[in-house]
């Protein structure tokens, strides 16, 4: 009978599922029918999955299985450096960058990740969250290049109000990223105050956030809108994109590549370059084009 039963169930047909849950080398996988979920992992070293992968597994017990394949994916948010790869996310349509008035966010990695969302063909959104609180017109102040640049940028306290940011989470698959400390997961407990995401008070003497989330998770607003909540960043590489890609990447670059005189034109200090014209007219600022030299010299080297 034993016999009989395990080569009956080695027929059963794979089961299909979204990862909702990434811990590592073992993932949360919820099936389709959104009423059940399975702790799986991969079949062999395997472990490229990422939140918001659509998989199909296999059982190997009630509430345990296997990964089997990866759906094609419609985008993939990721970031690297000189050694290895880091999936943050899979199918998202909206990158939520969550900075906050204290502790002092970091704007090279505001920039970073605006550009990792261009080269994914992803839209972002910056949120500034902490605005209740008192000095942040330095942060307002920063904000303002971004929105010049066509960044649609909302204010908010997210212990107060979380109204504002609603609208911008319909019909979206969203991930907030940001750093440790931004407010992502006050954001999540003002959205889904049923699912007591831990936060903890954010150390003044450091001027940094205290890490409270530690895997990846996704969140079911509503029946068409999810959301995906990130470990805090502190550094987003951008290994895998290609010069190229990342020159695209710089919005406001769009206009004037191809304009060169020269093809090959890294916009470095090549003589008629018009990335370099565009700084000298008020186009671009120096401030865009050194963030874009810096990274090309990284990913060149």
Excluded at 79 to 92: E, I
Excluded at 140 to 146: C, E, S
Excluded at 196 to 208: G, M, Y
């Amino acid at each position: 009978m034993t016999t009989q039963t395990a080569v009956t169930s080695s027929f059963i047909p794979p089961l299909q599922g979204t990862v909702v849950a990434a811990y590592g080398k073992r993932f949360q996988v919820e099936l389709t029918d959104g009423k059940k979920r399975i702790s799986c992992v991969t079949r062999g070293k395997k472990t490229d999955l990422a939140c918001g992968d659509i998989v199909t597994i296999k059982l190997t017990d009630k509430h345990e299985g296997v990964v089997e394949t990866t759906l094609p994916r419609k985008t993939l948010l990721y970031r690297s450096n000189a050694f290895k790869s880091k999936m943050l996310a899979a199918n998202v349509t909206q990158i939520i960058i969550v900075l906050a008035t204290q502790p002092s966010f970091y704007e090279a990695l505001l920039n970073r990740c605006l550009i990792a969302a261009e080269a994914a063909n992803i839209k972002a959104l910056i949120v500034l969250n902490k605005c209740d609180l008192a000095d942040n017109d330095d942060a307002k102040q920063k904000l303002a290049l971004y929105t010049a640049l066509g960044y649609q940028v909302i204010l908010l306290s997210a212990k107060e109000d979380i109204s504002s940011l609603r609208p911008y989470l319909q019909d979206e698959a969203s991930i907030l990223v940001g750093q440790s400390g931004m407010g992502k997961s006050t954001i999540i407990n003002a959205l889904l105050p049923n699912e007591a995401v831990r936060t903890r008070e954010v150390s003044h003497v450091l001027d940094s956030g205290k890490h409270t989330t530690t895997a990846a998770h996704l969140y079911h607003l509503d029946e068409y809108s999810q959301l995906i909540d990130s470990p805090g960043l502190q550094e987003f590489g951008l290994h895998h994109l290609s010069t190229d890609e990342l020159e695209h990447a710089f919005v406001e670059f769009r206009p004037f590549l191809g304009k060169c005189r020269f093809n090959n034109c890294k916009h470095l200090q090549e003589p008629d370059c018009a990335i370099t014209e565009a700084v000298a007219t008020n186009k671009i600022t120096a401030e865009r084009l050194a963030i874009y030299k810096m990274l090309r010299l990284e990913i060149s080297h």
